[in-house]
């Protein structure tokens, strides 16, 4: 694949920043809140997270049994979010420095893709619309409109154990010659940003979340972030030359081993 049919790759960026988008964008999980309150609720929601972190079940089973326990009508789910799903403050400071700086911010989701194009308008406003999503869709049941009771489906992007995986995204870019390949970056909070992980060349890590036992298990580096004001400030100095990926990376892992030595 030419490095002018990838999409982010039109600009000819020398950086890219891939995404997580719910619990990483947002505050809080859209998913989640669909199942915890539309669905079968946040103790079945929880156990499903441990299994696939475990690795007792895939990602994929885990989640389109969540799915499947919301029979709310489409467009009411969607409303609903509307209402609840909070933006992290300084993600829309983050995307305006991005545009300005030929940035490409790529969303790479376990979720569906209308839901989140909805929430990003509504909460980043037309702006977003350049916003590239990857992310699994919906459609309807046979004989019934996704805007009716039990109407709706979840449609996987692909046939991996993930449902989404989203390395295979990301992989297209770092296979780019060297003279033309972006520094690329991740940020992420949980099981769903397991595959892409290993495959950027800095992975923020939400503090506190999944991603972070996992990175640690297996020996992933990573650096932690709370909110895109701690990202906007990391990726400004690498851009501007004032540190790499290599220093930030070992430097995360530093301080979270320290961190872990402060609480014992």
């Known amino acids: ?128 619309d350049d916003i590239q999503i990857v992310a699994n869709n919906v459609a309807p049941r046979e004989g019934k409109s996704i805007n009716e009771q039990g109407g709706w489906q979840i449609v996987f992007h692909d046939d991996s154990h993930f449902g989404h995986d989203k390395s295979i995204e990301i992989r297209q870019y770092a296979k780019l010659p060297d003279s033309i390949r972006p520094t690329m970056f991740y940020a992420g909070d949980g099981v769903s940003d397991l595959s892409a992980a290993k495959e950027t060349d800095l992975l923020f890590a939400k503090k506190g979340h999944d991603l972070v036992t996992y990175c640690v298990r297996e020996n992933v580096p990573f650096t932690e972030f709370e909110s895109w004001f701690s990202i906007l400030a990391t990726v400004k100095d690498i851009v501007a030359g004032k540190t790499t990926v290599k220093q930030v990376s070992a430097q995360g892992v530093e301080d979270f081993k320290k961190g872990v030595e402060v609480k014992h």
């Open 1 to 128: 694949m030419g490095s002018y049919t990838l999409p982010a790759m039109q600009t000819s960026p020398q950086f890219i920043f891939f995404t997580d988008f719910d619990g990483t964008i947002t505050q809080s999980d859209s998913n989640d809140f669909l199942t915890d309150n539309l669905g079968y609720g946040q103790e079945l929601r929880k156990q499903g997270n441990q299994d696939v972190l475990m690795d007792k079940m895939s990602f994929r089973d885990s989640f389109q049994s969540m799915m499947e326990s919301v029979k709310t009508p489409y467009d009411q789910c969607i409303k609903t979010l509307l209402e609840n799903i909070k933006l992290d403050p300084h993600f829309k400071e983050f995307h305006d420095w991005c545009r300005q700086n030929n940035v490409p911010v790529v969303v790479l989701s376990s979720g569906m893709e209308p839901i989140i194009r909805a929430l990003l308008v509504h909460l980043v406003g037309k702006e977003a």
